[in-house]
């Protein structure tokens, strides 16, 4: 079983839509949780920390799960712009060594 | 400008020629990693760094070489290139052991022939 799972999509929706991900991880040691962007054949991007009382950023809010494992992304209002894949990143144990995910892929279409 | 730098963005070489490809960061990071990112495959961490003289395997180290004698500069090194490491490669820094998230560089996007 990987260390960090993301389902990779493609996830299709329209302008406007609303649209969650989950990311699960397994090592009870993780530390610290992101989500990238990423473009295609650019770097990632940091998108968001996530935090345990959870976080927002606009139309973006980041949520933790630490029962249960899993962090989740939601995206408002989705824009054309939004296109790219999402990565979930988790810091484990006290090196904090950061593990990916394989990201998951969104397209928003007209 | 904080940021991290790689060069080259782009190579074409053929199998065998040594490489080296170059990364500076300009943050004091403590720090330093290179991954790989293949598709369908993800990023895949091939060496990282917490501090100066201090380096360790990632996922996928074979093949593959670095050095960290400056705390600004960690170089990948592939002595012998073969076409399987044909890839794009990312380098990223971030303070040291830390919950702080890793910054990276542009990429560069190596041809091995």
């Known amino acids: 079983r990987k260390e960090v799972e993301q389902d990779p999509g493609p996830f299709n929706v329209p302008e406007g839509a609303t649209v969650a991900f989950n990311c699960t991880y397994s090592n009870s040691a993780s530390q610290s949780f992101f989500w990238y962007r990423q473009d295609c054949r650019k770097e990632p991007k940091l998108l968001m920390s996530v935090y345990s009382s959870g976080n927002e950023d606009g139309r973006f809010t980041a949520q933790l799960n630490r029962a249960s494992q899993y962090i989740s992304l939601l995206i408002r209002d989705s824009k054309l712009s939004d296109s790219a894949t999402y990565l979930c990143v988790v810091n484990i144990g006290g090196s904090y060594i950061p593990t990916f995910g394989r990201g998951t892929s969104l397209i928003v279409h007209p | 400008e904080a940021q991290v730098t790689q060069n080259p963005r782009y190579l074409i070489t053929v199998t065998g020629k040594k490489l080296t490809v170059t990364c500076s960061q300009n943050m004091n990071h403590e720090y330093m990693s290179w991954y790989r990112q293949d598709p369908g495959l993800g990023l895949r961490q091939i060496y990282y760094?917490?501090?100066?003289?201090?380096?360790d395997k990632g996922d996928v180290p074979e093949g593959y070489k670095v050095s960290r004698k400056e705390k600004r500069n960690f170089p990948l090194i592939l002595e012998s290139p073969s076409p399987n490491q044909t890839s794009l490669y990312f380098c990223?820094?971030?303070?040291?052991?830390?919950?702080?998230?890793?910054?990276f560089g542009d990429g560069t996007r190596l041809s091995i022939l």
């Open positions: 760094s917490m501090n100066v003289e201090v380096t």
């Open positions: 990223a820094s971030r303070l040291g052991n830390s919950n702080q998230p890793q910054h």
